[in-house]
């Protein structure tokens, strides 16, 4: 397993979930890796998994909403890991709420992490990339970018955001070697997952009943897996997808086109 043999994969959010699985997959095919992360527990617990099966990863505390954090983060990794070639916008935070019950704070909070910081790794990482000669960036959007999905009104705006800046990417540097995609996923099975169930549904039958029910909307019959995600992550991010670039991937057990 060596399709990312000596790159280095900066990886936004990769303490938990679908940022988790991409970081020990990349690292498995050889990648060096800088977990970009806000929760210091978990980011130290991801590295400290790769190192433990003899890859190379190194955790950089970042608010990607934060340019000086961002800013730190990204020369921590360049001191320790070289000049990033990949770039993986994979953090975000999630929301529950229509137009009218979604207050103006909730909003501003959900687009200042995942429109705002999105644009500031962007800005800081790109540079780099072209000094580089060129680099992959993988933005991860959702199926609720390009799908109505009742009560998620500020995260389907930030992911719309996600999938536009994607194709802006990709065609402001494609003349300088840089790859942009986005991935959207549908639902898949992360601790947030887990967590909403906790919140609202503290009795543990009704919990039950709602995970069945959120497993079943998707036609293939169950949310996706982490590591199912982080497979086309790497495909997308090795030389097997050198001619691709500008493009979203629906990753939702049918979803977009089977309901």
Known sequence: MSKLKNKTAIITGAGKGIGRAIALRFAREGARV??????????????????????TAIFASCEINNAQSVTKALQETVDSLGNPTHLINNAGIAHVGTATSTTEEDFDRVMEVNTKGLFICLNKVIPLLVQNGGGVILNLASIASRLGIAERFAYSASKGAALAMTLSVAKDYVDQGIRC??????????????GFLEKYYP???????????????????????????????????????????????DVDGGTMTLR
């Open 203 to 249: 009795d543990e039958n009704e919990r039950s009943e709602k995970f069945t029910e959120l497993s079943k909307y998707q036609p293939i019959g169950r949310m996706g897996e982490p590591e199912e995600i982080a497979s086309l992550a790497t495909f997308l991010c090795s030389e097997e997808a050198s001619f691709i670039t500008g493009s979203a991937y």
């Open 181 to 194: 995609n986005c991935l959207c996923p549908g639902r898949v099975h992360t601790p947030f997952v887990d």
């Open 34 to 55: 800088a977990i970009w992360e806000k929760d210091e527990v978990a980011g130290n617990q991801t590295a400290e998994e790769i190192t433990n099966k003899g890859g």
